[in-house]
């Protein structure tokens, strides 16, 4: 039987890739599974630029190919792969992903991350890909002289329908209540721009046409007064939070409402000694990349020590 990995790491977002890249130069040879979205949330946002390092900005892809870069120089094993099984009853651990590869491991880093909310509307499924989006990096270019609605009212929906002002004709930003959560820069682009019409006190709470196979319209009903409406859409975007991407550990490790792992106070370590959590599948609360970049440093180092105090490693 071949030797239990020292430490594997399932995620590909600031969180993994930075447990990875500390966990490789403390020599523990990390194994990585990227999980269905290598390189995670960035990949499907624009430029960011509020990560340290780069003053000019970075798009979210490219940062995370330098990531992929960095853990993989130090000789941490990338693999394109999703975990879909995993056993902590006993170290050391089991994780079986999707092509029936199964990893022996002392310790588990997970930095699985979070999803987009969706409304949990009847035809918002059924008209995903064609017209309803939660990724405007991804689908706006195809809404080029089109009339577009934005549902939330924090960072994203802001960023996200200053971005479809690029090829939208038209963007409606639909808020439930009468201000925003964004911060005052993002709120200011957003309100500042003259595509940009905001729609206080409004939900979405109808997608037209499934008849049709595409977005054609939307109902909207306002918050205060009940009154539905609909109005011609060709794309809906949602932009009203996430969902951690800890489905795998329900039962296993402890959990606050929200599905999101709850760590020892100042630290990643869960639960079950010799797993740790990192990056925005445990943190509901900052949700940044160079946060869940800190927490998968943390992740690394606690793992280091944790082998150590298990006779060295
Ligand atoms: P947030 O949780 O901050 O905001 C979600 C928004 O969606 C809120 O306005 C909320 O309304 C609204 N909402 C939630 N559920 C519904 C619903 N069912 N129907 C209608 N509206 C709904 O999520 P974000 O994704 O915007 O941001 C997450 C984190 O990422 C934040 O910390 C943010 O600062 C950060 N971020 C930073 C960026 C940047 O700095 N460039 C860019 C993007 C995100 P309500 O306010 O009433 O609760």
Redesign the pocket.
């Known amino acids: 039987m071949t030797e239990p990995l020292k430490t594997l790491i399932l995620g590909s977002g600031p969180a993994g890739y930075t447990a990875a890249i500390y966990a490789a130069r403390a020599n523990l040879a990390p194994v990585l599974l990227t999980g269905r979205q290598p390189g995670g949330q960035l990949t499907i946002?624009s430029e960011v630029?509020?990560y340290p390092g780069f003053p000019e900005g970075v798009m979210g892809p490219e940062m995370m190919e330098k990531f992929r870069h960095q853990a993989a120089r130090f000789g941490t094993q990338v693999l394109d792969e999703v975990g879909v099984a995993v056993d902590l009853k006993q170290r050391p651990f089991t994780v079986t992903s999707e092509s029936g590869t199964v990893w022996k491991t002392q310790t588990l880093i997970v930095s699985t991350g979070a999803s987009a909310?969706y409304?949990g509307l009847p035809n918002e499924k059924a008209l995903q890909g064609r017209g309803v989006s939660a990724c405007a990096t991804c689908d706006g270019f195809f809404f080029k002289n089109k009339v577009v609605y934005v549902?939330?009212?924090?960072?994203?929906?802001c960023?996200e329908a200053n971005f479809l002002t690029k090829y939208a004709s038209k963007v409606f930003l639909?808020?439930?209540?009468d201000a925003?959560?964004?911060?005052k820069i993002?709120q200011d682009r957003a309100l500042k721009n003259p595509k940009v019409e905001v729609l206080w006190n409004s939900?979405v709470t109808d997608v037209l046409d499934v008849s049709k196979g595409k977005v054609t319209g939307v109902e909207l009903t306002g918050t205060l007064d009940g009154k539905k409406k609909q109005v011609p859409a060709d794309g809906l975007f949602l932009?009203?939070?996430?969902q951690p991407n800890t489905q795998l550990f329900k039962g296993l490790l402890t959990m606050d409402d929200k599905g999101y792992i709850k760590t020892v106070p100042g630290k990643t370590a869960t639960n079950i000694e010799g797993v740790f959590a990192a990056g925005d599948c445990q943190d509901s609360y900052?949700?940044?990349a160079v946060t869940a970049a800190g927490s998968g440093c943390m992740a690394a180092i606690e793992v280091e020590r944790f082998l150590e105090g298990q006779g060295g490693h």
């Open positions: 946002t630029e509020n909310l409304l549902v939330g009212g924090g960072d994203s929906a960023e639909v808020v439930r209540r925003l959560r964004a911060s993002m939900n932009a009203i939070g996430h900052y949700r940044q």
